[in-house]
């Protein structure tokens, strides 16, 4: 189910309803968000402070800092409020800072405005101290809210968030913006996937990896290519299960990256993987050299046609089987090499509620990474695609090689 975030103050963004999914989007867009709840507190502590010195010297009174009933106010919103929040947003711990850190700047916007105009017209020294602290504080939120702002949208910033993977706003935003920096992205993500390989947090290095491999092969280009397919020679665990679907998304972008000069390398990780009843993840290099759109790696994903056809059935990852289906059905009943190469091998998540966000776009990869019903409607039942391969595999297999280089 998707949410709409109604507190993003500069454009809308699609989040993941539950409070990890939509502190990862707000990470990845506005990282200074969790900062709200902080400044709050501080501010609390600082008026605390200010009213206790105001007191002890017996100055006047007649202009206080804030008044008690206001801090309480805000003590009670930044404690229980902040809990109650928390449980609303489904366990979000930036939503709620960033609701009450708004709230709070609003609030301070406004005193500032009035307590200069109050200045102006008594001319009240005591008020100097007001104003003083009153654009401290404004000045401290304008300043953080600018450098996390420029983090985001800087290149690293943008690859750091990949760590997000199955936020929304990464595949809609964050994504196209490193693809477009074309070369200048390719050291970054090449250092960066090197780096996050020996990451301790398999989750986030699975999802950082897919990532920068997806760019990778988006922006292509020698440099792209040769270290794919060292990632692909060097780094790819046969045993690691853990990190199989980054396993799986390398060899996807070297296919789409390099086209037929990946068959070698990816015929060999082929046969370097075990062939295990309750684990084998042979189909992945067949669904790779099926993107290459070349005939010899056509013809070897014909010759283990029945690895494939297995894959549809596994029912151990809805999401594999649908990718199994779609590569096998443009194989038996298709005859276009370009639509082989645009398989949708990424696609991990199914994506309930507003599946209208999923729609191929420009400038977006949501649909390069979301099964929806409509997605998965256009794809024909494993049956008769089995059906038809048994059928019709001499002819098949004679068309695609008859037409590909």
Not at 71 to 93: K, N, P, R
Not at 173 to 199: C, E, H, Y
Not at 258 to 279: C, E, N, Q, V, W
Request: charged share 20%; hydrophobic share 45%; proline share 3%.
């Amino acid at each position: 189910m998707l949410v709409t975030a109604m507190m993003q103050p500069f454009d809308t963004v699609t989040l993941l309803a539950c409070g990890g999914c939509t502190d990862a989007v707000l990470l990845s867009v506005h990282p200074w968000s969790g900062f709200g709840i902080l400044f709050l507190w501080a501010w609390i502590a600082a008026a605390s402070v200010r009213r206790k010195y105001v007191r002890r010297h017996g100055l006047d009174q007649a202009f206080p800092y804030a008044r008690r009933g206001t801090l309480i106010c805000f003590a009670i919103l930044g404690s229980i409020g902040y809990v109650v929040f928390w449980f609303l947003t489904m366990g979000s711990l930036f939503l709620p800072s960033l609701f009450l850190g708004f709230l709070w700047v609003v609030y301070l916007s406004v005193r500032l405005c009035v307590d200069l105009v109050r200045f102006l017209w008594s001319r009240r020294p005591e008020l100097r101290t007001t104003l003083a602290i009153h654009a401290a504080f404004l000045s401290a939120v304008a300043a953080t809210v600018a450098l996390g702002e420029w983090r985001a949208r800087s290149l690293d910033g943008r690859i750091f968030s990949l760590r997000y993977h199955h936020g929304t706003e990464v595949c809609s935003v964050t994504m196209p913006a490193i693809v477009a920096r074309g070369d200048r992205a390719v050291k970054p993500l090449s250092d960066a996937t090197m780096q996050w390989l020996s990451n301790h947090d398999w989750y986030c290095r699975q999802n950082m990896l897919i990532g920068t491999t997806f760019c990778l092969s988006q922006i292509g280009g020698s440099e792209a290519e040769g270290f794919l397919g060292r990632l692909v020679r060097e780094h790819t665990d046969s045993e690691d299960w853990y990190d199989r679907r980054w396993h799986h998304s390398a060899c996807f972008a070297y296919a789409h990256c390099a086209g037929h000069r990946a068959t070698a390398d990816l015929i060999a990780f082929f046969k370097k993987l075990p062939d295990k009843a309750d684990r084998d993840e042979r189909w992945c290099p067949l669904v790779a050299l099926t993107m290459t759109a070349g005939k010899e790696a056509v013809g070897f994903v014909l010759d283990h046609m029945d690895l494939l056809l297995e894959k549809m059935d596994n029912g151990n990852d809805g999401n594999e089987a649908r990718i199994a289906r779609s590569t096998a059905e443009r194989l038996v009943f298709g005859s276009d090499p370009e639509a082989l190469k645009t398989i949708p091998c990424y696609r991990t998540v199914y994506l309930e509620g507003r599946m209208d966000v999923a729609e191929p776009r420009a400038n977006s990869y949501l649909s390069d990474f979301y099964w929806t019903r409509k997605s998965e409607s256009q794809l024909r039942p494993a049956a008769e695609i089995a059906a038809a391969w048994k059928a019709h595999s001499t002819d098949i297999r004679k068309c695609w090689l008859g037409q590909l280089k």
